[in-house]
């Protein structure tokens, strides 16, 4: 009986070595997770990657507020794509200093960057983070991708269109890389994913690729004011195409005025309109209050969309010394972001008594930077807002409600006015002065403000963008547009490291391609200058 | 408690003092004491058993005990390098002869060690395997097992991750192998690898084992000792084996208890209420002078606390009937330094290993299980103590934020400032509970009609669950907005780990051709599933302020097929080849081969040194093996997949706010990272293994190194991929010697020392070769977000400091912002950054030693490591006038200030890396064994001991010994006072 019992239990654990041989368990597929075989095969699911891909623009991964980062090598708020635009186009300007010391952000200011800067690096990773999840949503939603997914009828339509959004998401950061890095790494939906070099583009020949993109998209769009609020339709396209074209000379050493009034003239008479109030676009509840006006916004929500990155930062960084964060929304004061009197002397007054769009925080703060990184150096901003229209509270006190317009009406008037003015032909200097002074009227509550033929000059309308869209991400492509950002026809306080300002080299209008990105890719060459 | 201790050592003593003196004398007892070879052996020390008498023998062996009152005795006879002898003898009134042979003691060469799949005598090991078992363990308490080994052994460089109660340890094996994928060893519980990585909730999963319930460790070292574990033994294996019941034991109780002090030993240098008056007086703008209070508060004094702890242990063991059995359990309560942290655990196991049929099969069942109640402290309080103005009161006499001061402004809640380190101690209750179970069923069957073959089956799970909460009250000032505020989370997570194991083993000794043979094979699986619900976070209205995240499970499995061979020439040649073929399902290929081979060569047992009085043992070990790393800390890298976003990541569009679903970046062609290690080694003895040791010489390198690397931009779903790229190595010395220097009736001197060195460097990073790569930016530090302070580059140490290099004036006072222009580019930019030294020790070593006299013994241990850099991220961030010269309130500054007088922080200042080479005296012990008393009913030892005696470093910050290199938030290690009382029935 013994041996019998010493036989049956070997018996049995033959038997379960039998079982558990079956070495197909180790082809383990996702339990939480779908994967690209499955997910598109259920249309339901569409929509949530074109969030995502819209969600680009404003989170940072998919745990809110952090935790499961999209992109690595950098803290996961500072690689919010709003957050790393902003300190991209701002920081470098007349309109912002900052006062931390984290990492390379003070040689923003200076006008010191180089190839290692952490902060560049993030915003060429988070744009083409961004380029790459466009190209693997349109590969995924070709004609032939839907039918072998089993998309057809009226689903299929509607995955074309959230296709043609995704080729305008892809556009718009490409025109990001082409007007910040110049030439850069080259893919579409046309690669797969693999591990292989990708050719440089020119800034040039990326110029035409992005012109050939938006107009291709022209027709694929829906229509103005025709789809859902955060998402793109055709004055998106045209807005971008507008500003891509008044670029023209800086991008490629030929202009197109002519085109960009074209198409900010179609922006113009889209259907949209103004909003009544300057400050509330800036405030929790602009969804609601300057939809009319924002032809496309990054979303943001308290509860629902959080990130360390976006407006949160934009809220909480500008709050700093005696200012109180309840008197913006929030719980916490970052005290980075100021700006400089350069800034705050385009108004005719600091205290917005004349023109609304004055917003500083005065009380305890000091018109003039003698230290960079003391917040009570240079005025605090207060143009960004968690409180809303009402001035009730946004949905939570750590995350901000507010959304970050992309795209909004008046660069289509100033873009208009600033092309007529250079010589584009399609429009007229009686159209442009209009368009100017409808943006002066709503910062003055009144026609108080408006201006003359004669007082329309280039320089004017360079201060007026700056007025109008100080601390929206502008303000480095202007300055480059006007010849003004390097050299030393204009220099403001701390450019390139000094107090007074001083000149800085030409080479600086294009930011250096990452020094990670020239060892990952020997097919890249780095910028001239650096 | 204490006194009830007392009391029984009064007891004990009087009782000792009646027993003694009470026999009359009369006969006599002599003869001769011979070695193996029946040579005289004069200086043989010979005693009677409980009794005073002795003699040692003279030079020609002879011997003679006078003066014995008839009656039976023991004749115990020692001598060093031989084993002790105890000989029963009867004595009248005359004299009785007895001649004595001594037997050469192998001392651990019998000695069995248990790895991978089997176990080997100690003499037969061709590979680099360690054993520690209970008599070597250190002394005093432990709450974590890997605490009984630090400093052991030479190559194990364990260190312990900070102060806190129950926290854990990092213990490299030679280095580390990898770079991004995991260093740490695959640890085998009585034959189970268990599962890396803690569950959420628990600080430390090694600690969820009792150490009290530890029989042995084996440390597999090289790679011929590790390669049947194949992909997952890169960083060595430590094999850990539970104490067992014996066969035919009687009924054994044993009860222990430890009860300790721990203390603070020192407090990071900061400035005094009198000093920092002083600094903001001559820095500060009269508003920030009006801001200084008149108290005096020692913020660190303010949050460290001596705290008490006790550890009780119980086990019976024995044999009922066949059945031996061993039953324990433990509690150890253990408060820290730290005010409110704490553990309480409760751990119990149980061994039952019966063999049947007339010991044809053997049967081995483990089980353990563990609860541990944690209360983590906010290491954040830390650096609030730093930094908070000492002129400030603890608490501020009114009731809001839980009574603590806080600074404020315009009556509300400065947002800014630092926070009452106090109060984020005590308003933050941060507690989990975390359950963890290991078992195993094992039978190993001889059978019947081939008894050279065995089978043996094993199996065995391990599982664990944590649970726990953080909350925040709405009133405290760690999470507060007006009226509305506080912050409760809850979170879970549950480990499953399943094992099937099954292999023969067949053993032949085959005298024709003076040959033995030693074969194995079998096949293993193992499965893994990790599950995470998700919480919502309210606040202190119970609304939510974090949506609940996605729920998610993982699973990972492993099969694997492995043979070992060893095989045996004439007693003296060794050959031991292993191969092990892992499968897992990481990966898209799947499958993967990890050879070994090794040999060894007895040298002592040649005939040109067969006759050696010194030399006692010689043997040369020879090993090759490569093995594997698939421990990428993630399930399905390899794989293309879409992650759902959860609700605070989701996005509006149009009025709706939907989930986002990411394409999430991935590598279909990972693999294991290959580790292919050399491994020299010579094993001694001398004067019969008086003198013992081993020297070994290793060279391991590793290639298609797991790295995380810059992606080409655009062609993968992610900035950074996870891949194989590039390669790394560590070379390194092994030494240690064991030696009984004394050796008389009364006094025993053991003494162990140990030394290793170990030098790492990344040979390559990037798929494309190139000049020109930074490398890797690492090692985040506090001050600013997103700063790092370490770099992993081609050519250098793995987390080098990346640092500017400083310029001094000529008192030798740093220059503030001035750095060396490294690449004369006139302008200091973040080219001008160097690498600069490294945390990881070139050399450590550690000393040991035990004196036994008569009864009492004295133990203590000295471990030191050499040429380890750490970064004092406390004087970086807090060593500047910028600190207190925020807009409307005070913070503290470290003394550092003082030295450098910097007005803004300088983070990569390389003045900020100090060497932080030291010598520690991890304990010293002082233990008095009362022998069996009570009719010999009663075994009774009493030890007093204290832990971390003393540092010498010249390191300037609080303590030198940090893993990461960056002295930030550390947790201090408490000195600790404990007596304890181990009791056998």
């Known amino acids: 009986m013994s041996r019998k019992f010493i036989y049956n239990t070997i018996l049995a654990g033959v038997m379960i070595w039998g079982l558990a041989a079956c070495t197909k368990d180790l082809d383990r597929t996702p339990i939480t997770e779908a994967t690209t075989a499955s997910v598109y095969t259920n249309f339901s699911n569409y929509k949530s990657i074109l969030a995502k891909l819209y969600a680009g623009l404003a989170t940072t991964g998919q745990t809110g507020p952090t935790g499961t980062p999209d992109i690595s090598g950098i803290d996961e708020g500072t690689s919010n794509y709003i957050r790393a635009y902003f300190q991209m186009q701002e920081l470098p300007t007349d309109e912002v200093v900052m006062g931390w010391n984290d990492g390379t952000i003070q040689n923003f200011h200076r006008m010191n960057w180089t190839a290692d800067d952490n902060f560049i690096t993030a915003m060429f990773a988070r744009l083409f983070y961004q380029i790459s999840q466009c190209n693997e949503f349109i590969r995924q939603t070709s004609d032939a991708k839907l039918s072998s997914n089993g998309i057809s009828g009226n689903d299929a339509e509607t995955a074309r269109t959230f296709r043609a959004e995704a080729r305008f998401l892809r556009a718009l950061s490409y025109y990001h890389a082409m007007d910040m890095f110049g030439n850069v790494p080259f893919s579409t939906d046309t690669n797969e994913v693999s591990y292989y070099y990708p050719n440089q583009i020119t800034r040039a020949q990326l110029f035409t690729y992005i012109e050939s993109e938006l107009k291709a998209l022209e027709s694929l769009l829906p229509d103005a004011g025709a789809n859902e609020y955060g998402r793109a339709d055709k004055a998106c396209v045209w807005l971008l195409l507008s500003r891509l074209y008044l670029n023209a000379q800086v991008y490629t050493g030929t202009d197109r005025y002519t085109d960009a009034i074209t198409y900010s003239t179609k922006v113009i008479n889209s259907g949209y309109a103004l909003a009544s109030s300057y400050a509330n676009m800036f405030k929790a509840d602009n969804n609601v209050t300057s939809k009319s006006e924002f032809l496309l916004a990054s979303n943001f929500d308290g509860t629902r969309t959080q990130t360390y990155g976006g407006t949160t930062y934009l809220v909480c960084a500008s709050i700093g010394g005696t200012m109180k964060p309840a008197d913006h929304g929030v719980s916490s004061a970052w005290a980075g972001l100021r700006t400089t009197s350069a800034l705050v002397k385009l108004f005719p007054d600091e205290t917005g008594g004349k023109d609304n769009r004055a917003m500083f925080y005065t009380s305890g703060q000091n018109l003039e930077i003698n230290d960079l990184t003391v917040f009570t150096d240079g005025y605090a901003v207060t143009k960004w807002s968690n409180k809303t229209s009402a001035d009730g509270a946004g949905s939570s006190t750590t995350f901000v409600d507010t959304d970050f317009p992309l795209l909004r009406l008046p660069e289509a008037y100033l873009n208009y006015a600033e092309a007529v003015l250079r010589g584009g032909t399609g429009g007229n200097a009686g159209d442009a002065l209009t368009f100017v002074n409808k943006v002066r009227e709503r910062a003055y509550g009144n026609t108080s403000g408006n201006i003359t033929s004669g007082q329309l000059t280039l320089q004017f309308i360079l201060d007026e963008r700056g007025r109008e869209f100080y601390w929206e991400g502008y303000r480095r492509t202007d300055l480059i547009r006007y010849g003004y950002f390097t050299g030393s026809s204009y220099v403001w306080p701390w450019k390139g490291g000094v107090a007074a300002g001083v000149a800085v080299g030409d080479y600086r209008t294009l930011y250096p391609i990452p020094a990670t990105e020239l060892v990952a890719n020997p097919n890249l060459k780095q910028n001239t200058g650096y | 408690m204490k006194r009830t201790h007392f009391t029984r050592l009064a007891l004990l003593l009087c009782f000792i003092l009646l027993t003694a003196g009470v026999y009359a004398q009369s006969g006599s007892i002599s003869g001769t004491v011979t070695d193996d070879v029946n040579s005289p052996a004069p200086g043989t020390i010979l005693f009677l058993k409980g009794s005073s008498k002795n003699a040692v023998a003279d030079s020609v062996g002879h011997y003679i005990i006078h003066g014995i009152s008839a009656g039976s005795y023991v004749l115990v006879v020692r001598m060093a390098g031989f084993e002790a002898q105890e000989k029963a003898i009867t004595v009248g009134s005359e004299n009785v002869v007895l001649n004595i042979q001594l037997k050469t003691d192998t001392k651990g060469l019998s000695e069995v060690v248990v790895i991978g799949y089997g176990t080997q005598k100690k003499s037969d090991l061709t590979g680099s395997v360690a054993l520690v078992s209970t008599k070597d363990f250190n002394k005093g308490p432990a709450s974590s097992p890997e605490q009984l080994i630090t400093g052991k052994v030479p190559g194990v460089l364990i260190t312990s991750n900070g102060g806190a109660p ?723 309130f005070l913070a503290n500054m470290s003394s550092s200030v003082l030295k450098t007088n910097f007005a803004n922080p300088q983070y990569w200042s390389d003045y900020y890396v100090e060497n932080g080479s030291f010598v520690r005296m991890d304990y010293l012990n002082l233990a008095y064994d009362f022998g069996r008393i009570w009719h010999q009913k009663l075994g009774v030892r009493v030890n007093a001991n204290v832990q971390n005696v003393f540092v010498i470093t010249k390191y300037s910050g609080q303590d030198p010994e940090v893993f990461s290199g960056i002295d930030d938030k550390f947790y201090p290690r408490p000195r600790v006072y404990s007596l304890g009382v181990n009791l056998d029935f």
């Open chain 2, 166 to 888: 129950g926290s854990g340890s990092t213990i490299r094996v030679r280095g580390g192998a990898s770079l991004n994928a995991t260093n740490d060893p695959l640890v085998v519980i009585d034959g189970v690898p268990v599962e890396n990585g803690n569950v959420s909730g628990s600080s430390n999963a090694l600690a969820m084992v009792n150490p009290n319930d530890i029989e042995s460790f084996s440390v597999l070292k090289d790679a011929s000792a590790t390669a049947i574990y194949g992909s997952r033994a890169s960083n060595g294996v430590l094999i850990i084996t539970t104490k067992k019941g014996r066969a035919g034991d009687k009924l054994k109780l044993a009860f222990s208890t430890n009860n300790a002090v721990s203390k603070v030993t020192s407090f990071s240098p900061v400035l005094s209420a009198a000093e920092f008056t002083d600094v903001v007086k001559a820095h500060g703008t009269d508003a920030q002078i009006a801001m200084l209070g008149t108290d005096n508060t020692d913020w660190q004094k303010q949050i460290y606390q001596s705290a008490l702890s006790t550890d009780n242990n119980l086990s019976i063991s024995g044999s009922w009937k066949k059945l031996p059995y061993r039953v324990s359990i433990g509690n150890l309560y253990q408060d820290g330094i730290l005010k409110t942290s704490n553990l309480k655990r409760t751990s119990g196991a149980v061994n039952l290993s019966p063999s049947l049929f007339d010991d044809h099969l053997k049967i081995n069942l483990n089980l353990k299980g563990a609860v541990a109640d944690n209360r983590f402290a906010d290491p954040g309080a830390i650096n609030a103590a730093v930094a908070f103005d000492p002129t400030k009161p603890v608490y501020s006499g009114n009731d809001n934020f839980g009574g603590y001061y806080e600074w404020m402004q315009n009556d509300a809640l400065f947002a800014l400032a630092t926070r009452n380190p106090l109060g984020m101690l005590k308003l933050k209750n941060d507690a989990s509970t975390v359950k963890r179970s290991i078992g195993n069923l094992q039978f190993d069957y001889k059978f019947h009609f081939l008894p050279d073959l065995h089978a043996n089956m094993n199996l065995g799970y391990d599982y664990s669950k944590g649970t726990g909460n953080t909350n925040i009250p709405a009133y405290a000032a760690l999470s507060y907005y007006n009226g509305k505020g506080g912050s409760y989370h809850h979170y879970e997570q549950e480990k499953q780990d399943k094992l099937f194991d099954f292999y023969l083993n067949y053993t032949k000794s085959l005298k024709a051709i003076k040959s033995s043979i030693n074969a194995t094979a079998g096949y293993s699986y193992q499965d893994f599933i990790t599950t995470t619900p998700a919480f919502a976070t309210l606040d202190g209205a119970g609304d939510t302020t974090t949506a609940a995240g996605n729920y998610s499970k993982s699973q990972h499995t492993l099969v694997s097929f492995f043979g070992r061979l060893n095989y045996t020439f004439n007693e003296k040649y060794m050959l031991t080849a292993t191969l092990r073929r892992d499968g897992t399902s990481r990966f898209a290929k799947h499958w993967g081969n990890f050879p070994s081979v090794a040999l060894a060569w007895r040298i002592k047992d040649e005939n040109f040194l067969k006759n050696s009085k010194v030399l006692s043992d010689l043997k040369l070990r020879l090993g090759y093996g490569v093995t594997g790393q698939e421990d990428i800390g993630q399930d399905y890298a390899a794989v293309s997949r879409y992650t759902y976003g959860d609700a605070a990541s989701s996005y509006e569009l149009g009025d709706t706010y939907y989930k986002t679903l990411r394409a999430a970046g991935y590598d279909q062609n990972i693999k294991w990272e290959q580790t292919a290690t050399y491994n020299i080694a010579m094993d001694y003895g001398f004067l019969n293994n008086r003198i013992n040791g081993s020297v070994d010489f290793y060279y391991k390198k590793t290639s298609d190194l797991l790295a995380t690397v810059t992606a080409p931009a655009g062609t993968n779903l992610t900035n950074t991929l996870f891949t194989n790229v590039g390669s790394l190595e560590n070379r390194g010395v092994e030494f240690i010697v064991n030696a009984t220097p004394i050796m008389t009736k009364d006094f025993t001197w053991n003494a162990g020392f140990n030394i290793t060195y170990n030098h790492n460097k990344i040979l390559s990073l990037s798929k494309v070769k190139s000049d020109t790569a930074v490398g890797f930016a690492t090692g985040g530090i506090s001050g600013g977000t997103g700063n790092t302070i370490q770099i992993n580059s081609t050519g250098y140490a793995i987390n080098s400091f990346y640092v500017y290099k400083q310029i001094y004036d000529k008192n030798g006072k740093p220059i503030e912002g001035l750095y060396e222009d490294r690449n004369g580019d006139g302008a200091i930019t973040a080219a001008d950054k160097y690498r600069y030294k490294s945390p990881n020790p070139t050399l450590y070593l550690s000393f040991n030693s035990n004196f036994n006299y008569k009864q009492w013994t004295l133990g203590f241990s000295l471990r030191s490591n050499i040429g380890n850099y750490i970064y004092n991220n406390q004087a970086s961030n807090f060593g500047n006038y910028k600190s207190f010269q925020n807009a409307a």
